[in-house]
């Protein structure tokens, strides 16, 4: 766990990202992210291995996409810098990919202009934005200089949007963020659910939910099926991310997982 923290950031507040890295096995989290984990944890006995399968699943995504021909890519949501991040599956792939990186925590982007370096055919930035101010993401000078919107994007919003506690609002940020990319872009997206908990389980969500110690919200199939509106659907489509092209057949439980992702494809504007 961290002692020292940058300066003005807020350790009371629990933050998705470092909660994350609390679940992940890290190190840069304070009391406020291991409380929050560990309710979670008891209503979710798995969440560690949720974690971990969900960030394999952004992983063989990426390397998907960036070995069929997406060389930049526009990941909302990144969190702490972990082992194989976006830019470096890109990049292994094809030395030249281009990433920015979008996060709120003062700590993810300290780290991040830390420890993480492109190729020199590459590039990588970072922005301290919110998913929920898309117009300005897209519109960040730094973004516009690092990614050619009139060329496919690899759009990764991998568990964010259970943060928003509106399905319509998700919605339409997904909707706008799509709207300003060129077709032959992609969206890979994880959300968790709740579709294999037993009712039990749900009610005590509902009860973390209500006291304010837990600050997402699942969906179901068919409500995270809305995200990809107007796009194709990659085979498996949305799946729990264990499935989404296994490594291994030997897969944990959706009820373990409790998490769908896919990866959608944006066809011609009509």
Known sequence: MVDDAPAGLDTTTVHPARRYNYWLGGKDHFAADRESGDLIEKAHPTIRLTA??????????????????????????????????????????????????????????????????????????????DLRNPGKILAHPMLRDTLDLDRPVGLVLVAVLHFIAEHQHARDLVAELLAALAPGSHLVLTHGTADFSTEQEKEYFRQLTARGASDAYPRSHDEITEYFTGLHLLEPGIVPVCAWHPATDDLPSPHDIAIYGGVGRLGERR
Not at 86 to 101: D, F, I, M
């Open 52 to 129: 971990r399968e969900n960030r394999a699943f952004l992983q063989r995504a990426v390397r998907h996409l960036a070995e069929t021909g997406i060389d930049q890519f526009l990941d909302i949501g990144t969190g702490l810098p972990t082992a194989d991040n976006t830019h470096e599956v890109a990049q292994r792939a094809n030395p030249a990919a281009r990433v920015v990186y979008v996060d709120n925590d003062p700590m993810v982007m300290t780290h991040a202009r830390a420890l993480l370096s492109s190729t020199a055919a590459g590039r990588t930035r970072y922005i301290e934005e």
